[in-house]
C-alpha cells in the first residue's frame, strides 16, 4: 500500500516563507505527475484548490495566486516533491495536501495518492 507522507507546514507571519515536503512510502513502480492542493478553512476537500503540478520531466505549472511566490520541485531519484513558499499571505492559510499518480504492480495501473495534509497558517 503506497502512503504520502507531507512534512513542514506551521504558522509564519505575512511575508514569510515555509516549506512543505511529501515523500512515499510502501511498494510502486513510479511516479508520475506530483501535485500539491490546499483547501482552505471551511470548505470541503472537494473544493480544494490545485496549487502547484509537476509532471516527471519537471515541467510545473501554478495557479495565477501563486506564481513568483511559490516554487514546486521533485527528486525522481527520491520520488520527493517539495513546494517552497515565499512572501506568504493570510490567503495562503489552508491545508495543503500532496498528491501523485502512482503506477503500482502487479497491475501496473496508475493510481492517484494523497497525503494526511498539513497545516499553513499565515497571520497578518
Known amino acids: 500500500q503506497v502512503q504520502l507522507v507531507e512534512s513542514g507546514g506551521g504558522l509564519v507571519q505575512a ?9 512515499p512510502s510502501g511498494s510502486f513502480v513510479s511516479i508520475n505527475t506530483m501535485r500539491w492542493y490546499r483547501q482552505a478553512p471551511g470548505r470541503q476537500r472537494e473544493l ?10 519537471g515541467m510545473a505549472n501554478y495557479v495565477e495566486s ?17 513546494l517552497q513558499m515565499n512572501s506568504l499571505k493570510p490567503e495562503d492559510t489552508a491545508v495543503y495536501y500532496c498528491n501523485a499518480d502512482v503506477q503500482v504492480a502487479p497491475s501496473w495501473s496508475i493510481r492517484g495518492y494523497w497525503g494526511q495534509g498539513t497545516q499553513v497558517t499565515v497571520s497578518s
Do not use: P, Y
Request: aromatic content about 2%.
Open 15 to 23: 511575508g514569510g516563507s515555509l516549506s512543505l515536503s511529501c515523500a
Open 48 to 57: 480544494g484548490e490545485l496549487v502547484a503540478s509537476i509532471s516527471k520531466g
Open 66 to 82: 501563486v506564481k513568483g511566490r511559490f516554487a514546486i520541485s521533485r527528486d525522481n531519484a527520491k520520488n520527493t516533491v517539495a
